[in-house]
């Protein structure tokens, strides 16, 4: 069962306002978890009318936007092409099913601009980690996306290094849950990726190969927020699972040493990002020109920062985790209501800003 917390934190994150009364808590209580929960309210008239009510509103930049940063959106013109029914069209071009999270449903054949604020998946500062990975790649690009979902990077990647006149390109993903996976080979599918250009694993990261149990989403739309189970055998968010299975675990390292460089590097796991970068830190400095971590505490947002600040890396764009403070979280990154990010570059290979 859900708590009292993650009523109150859903309805204010979700409708922008308070649960109507102690009674409608206790209801909503009786979810089993924090994910049917959340696709419940996100599927209600309300957050739906909220969400359409949203998307009318102009649109202001990202306030972290420098007038060089429109620049770079600028050298990867809206690619057009008309809206289709079950899917998101981005400026790239890139088609996503609304099937992939509950939160697609309101954006059902919408065509996106230039994210110079956020689209449908991601906020500005994400986009131009990706974009300046690949204006700052040769004739090739390479591209690794670790906790990958259904590969919104990958598909990204492989379109705008398509638009500046690179074909010799491959596309790397991991991603652990086995419901995703599947979403991650069709969005490839689904945008004409060759085959032969993708390298897509069914595994978990860490600081080195193994084995780990990986609690299975029953429903793989709904909570992208997975992780292994802690050594105690608990989600870190204190959800219960109806499935765990045994799923191979890959060392940060050696995964790295499957090319000899990277154009770009995407992390999102979960809240393992600080030691599974430092397990690999002296491989990420050698071998890779641009990474991007999505952040999941803000404990973690600081240890990032004086990790790669130490390393020689810098930081070209940031965006804080938020969080709603509890007693009864198990851990920092379960208090997360919204994950931060941070784009590095790394001046061995790419100087200049």
């Not at 991601?122 to 979902?149: F, H, M």
Request: negative net charge.
């Amino acid at each position: 069962m859900i708590s009292r917390d993650d009523v109150i934190t859903a309805y204010e994150l979700i409708l922008a306002r308070s649960p109507e009364s102690e009674a409608v808590i206790e209801v909503q209580c009786g979810y089993p978890d924090r994910a049917s929960f959340g696709k419940a309210l996100l599927r209600s008239e309300e957050a739906q009318h909220r969400l359409r009510d949203v998307l009318r509103r102009a649109v202001e930049p990202h306030p972290a936007l420098s007038r060089q940063d429109m620049g770079v959106f600028g050298r990867f013109p809206h690619a057009g092409g008309e809206g289709e029914p079950g899917f998101i069209r981005d400026f790239l071009g890139v088609r996503t099913s609304t099937r992939y999270s509950p939160t697609f449903a309101p954006h059902d054949g919408k065509v996106f601009d230039v994210p110079l604020k956020a689209d449908f998946h991601a906020e500005a500062p994400e986009w131009l980690g990706l974009l300046k990975s690949v204006l700052s790649a040769g004739s090739r690009y390479r591209i690794l996306e670790i906790g990958a979902g259904y590969g919104p990077w990958l598909a990204a990647g492989h379109a705008a290094a398509r638009r500046r006149g690179i074909d010799d390109i491959l596309l790397y993903g991991l991603e652990a849950d086995p419901g995703r996976y599947i979403f991650l080979q069709e969005h490839m599918a689904q945008n004409g990726v060759d085959p032969a250009v993708c390298r897509l694993i069914n595994a978990a990261i860490g600081t080195a190969d193994g084995t780990i149990p990986w609690p299975v989403s029953a429903d793989a739309a709904a909570d992208y927020g997975s992780r292994p189970l802690d050594a105690d055998g608990q989600d870190y968010r204190g959800h219960a699972h109806a499935k765990v299975i045994d799923l191979p675990m890959l060392g940060l390292t050696g995964l790295l040493g499957r090319e000899p460089f990277w154009d770009l590097v995407h992390v999102d796991i979960q809240g393992l990002e600080t030691d599974v970068c430092r397990s690999a830190l002296e491989a990420l400095d050698a071998q890779v020109r641009w990474l991007v971590i999505g952040t999941h505490s803000r404990k973690i947002d600081g240890d990032l920062l004086e990790m790669f600040w130490r390393h020689g890396w810098v930081l070209e764009h940031e965006q804080p985790s938020r969080f709603n403070f509890s007693r009864n979280a198990r851990n920092l990154e379960a208090m997360t209501v919204a994950d931060g990010a941070q784009v590095w570059r790394n001046p061995r290979h790419v100087p200049g800003g």
